[in-house]
């Protein structure tokens, strides 16, 4: 059972470029999930996914963000016109439905220059 | 808003019993607690959940008090590889998401 895997694990751009990341959940959840996360701070709800439908976005999630799952398996979460503020970790995460627990991977580390 | 509260930071000896404390006062009753740790650049690993009775796994145990308000992760044999940030969460079983706190900063020492 391989984990949550997400790529790049590290992204440095120019303020106003677009960025986009890739999340590969564990095989067969059907909950997929996005957090970010500044320093020193604990991750925060983005959005999530039920297979291929977005259910909840936060109010975090700017017009700048959009984030897919086309296929109900891997998702991607988009960044358009990124800011400094932009710079976090992008943590995503996976579940079977209920009351099971959400596994994260590892994330990718945003760097706006 | 967090719905936890845990100390910022506590220290234990490799070989010892680390003791988390986490205050969820305000649980309701079909809110689970939920532990997560999360080791320097690293996604956040699940540890633990339990609902009202204690429970055991490999990797910890989770004391529940009996009306719930408050609970305990007990990690038997610290080492150095659990120096990490510990996290409290309460949650409903079905809802969308985990609200994360500061969590508790854990280092163990030789």
């Known amino acids: 059972d391989t984990g949550v895997s997400q790529n790049p694990r590290h992204k440095i751009t120019k303020r106003g470029q677009n960025v986009t990341f890739r999340c590969d959940p564990i095989?067969?959840?059907?909950?997929l999930y996005w957090y970010r996360q500044t320093l020193g701070q604990g991750p925060e709800f983005l959005t999530y996914?039920?297979?291929?439908?977005?259910?909840?976005k936060s109010r975090l999630l700017s017009d700048r963000f959009s984030a897919e799952r086309p296929k109900g398996s891997f998702s991607t979460l988009e960044i358009q016109r990124t800011e400094q503020g932009d710079s976090a970790m992008y943590l995503c995460?996976?579940?079977?439905?209920?009351?099971?627990?959400?596994?994260f991977g590892d994330g990718t580390r945003l760097s706006i220059l | 808003d967090a719905k936890t509260t845990q100390p910022p930071s506590m220290d234990c000896a490799e070989g010892r019993a680390a003791n988390l404390p986490c205050n969820h006062s305000?649980?309701?009753?079909?809110?689970?607690v939920y532990w997560y740790r999360q080791i320097h650049s690293q996604g956040p690993q699940y540890i633990i959940h339990g609902l009202k009775n204690n429970e055991t796994n490999e990797m910890a145990s989770l004391i529940i008090t009996e009306d719930r308000k408050s609970s305990t992760l007990i990690l038997p044999h610290a080492t150095l590889r659990d120096t990490a940030v510990y996290y409290c969460i309460s949650n409903t079983g079905t809802a969308s998401k985990l609200t994360f706190g500061t969590g508790t900063r854990l280092q163990v020492t030789l």
């Open positions: 995460a996976s579940s079977w439905d209920t009351d099971q627990p959400q596994h």
């Open positions: 305000t649980i309701s009753g079909n809110e689970y």
């Open positions: 996914f039920q297979n291929e439908a977005q259910l909840e």
């Open positions: 095989s067969e959840h059907n909950r």
